[in-house]
Antibody, heavy 119, light 108 residues
Framework: QVHLEQSGAEVRQPGSSVKVSCKSS????????ITWVRQAPGQGLEWMGG????????TYAQSFQDRLTISADESTDTAYMELRSLTSDDTAVYFC????????????WGQGTLVTVSS | DILLTQSPSYLSASVGDTVSVTCRAS??????VNWYQQKPGEAPKILMY???RLLTGVPSRFAGSGSGTDFNLTISSLQPEDFATYYC??????????FGQGTNLDIK
């Protein structure tokens, strides 16, 4: 059984950066795409981007192109999401999820990490 | 970017009812639509992929249909555990994906 464990809640000031981790256990990490999805309070799901660890290059939603980096470390089975130039609009729960190899759907999710941006 | 628009945004129903949620894409996504269920405080859960393929363990009262730009999620004989928020997702433009804005199904 696959388990995605995310790092804990973060509080950041406007203009700063945050890096959230997502550690995988239970399956072959490198060959599965890991994606990141966020959810602002009371709002819907917003797709951010993803990475295939064995390739290492992230793909990003256009709205995040300039300030988002998604990466992965195969040696530790961990994916990372770094968002820069934070504003209050980035306050959200950030989820990592694994893309199934059977179909393009997200079969396992992390528990979510709350990032609060406040001065 | 492909925009997905769900309707209605809010839906009230009673246990035993049959309800339907629509997801409309701004351009054809063929059959690459998934549906997720999310309950408060939890991560989303995949219900079905490729329009109508139910994941193992998902009750058969959930059904999906559609192709191209118009898709439907139908839930028959609503059960108390079905009251949640539902999201469609397109993966036609993989690796770039997108979600609909969600449909909040609550109990009448």
């Amino acid at each position: 059984q696959v388990h995605l464990e995310q790092s804990g809640a973060e509080v950041r000031q406007p203009g700063s950066s945050v890096k959230v981790s997502c550690k995988s256990s239970g399956d072959f990490f490198g060959s599965y795409r890991i994606t990141w999805v966020r959810q602002a309070p009371g709002q819907g799901l917003e797709w951010m981007g993803g990475v295939i660890p064995v390739f290492g290059t992230g793909t990003y939603a256009q709205s995040f192109q300039d300030r988002l980096t998604i990466s992965a470390d195969e040696s530790t089975d961990t994916a990372y999401m770094e968002l820069r130039s934070l504003t209050s609009d980035d306050t959200a729960v950030y989820f990592c999820a694994r893309v199934s190899n059977f179909g393009e759907y997200y079969d396992f999710w992390g528990q979510g990490t709350l990032v609060t941006v406040s001065s | 970017d492909i925009l997905l628009t769900q309707s209605p945004s809010y839906l009230s129903a009673s246990v035993g009812d049959t309800v339907s949620v629509t997801c409309r894409a701004s351009q054809s996504v063929q059959s690459f639509v998934n549906w997720y269920q999310q309950k408060p405080g939890e991560a989303p859960k995949i219900l079905m992929y490729a329009t109508s393929r139910l994941l193992t363990g998902v009750p058969s009262r959930f059904a999906g249909s559609g192709s191209g730009t118009d898709f439907n999620l139908t839930i028959s004989s609503l059960q108390p555990e079905d009251f949640a928020t539902y999201y469609c997702q397109q993966t036609f433009t993989t690796p770039l994906h997108s979600f609909g804005q969600g449909t909040n199904l609550d109990i009448k």
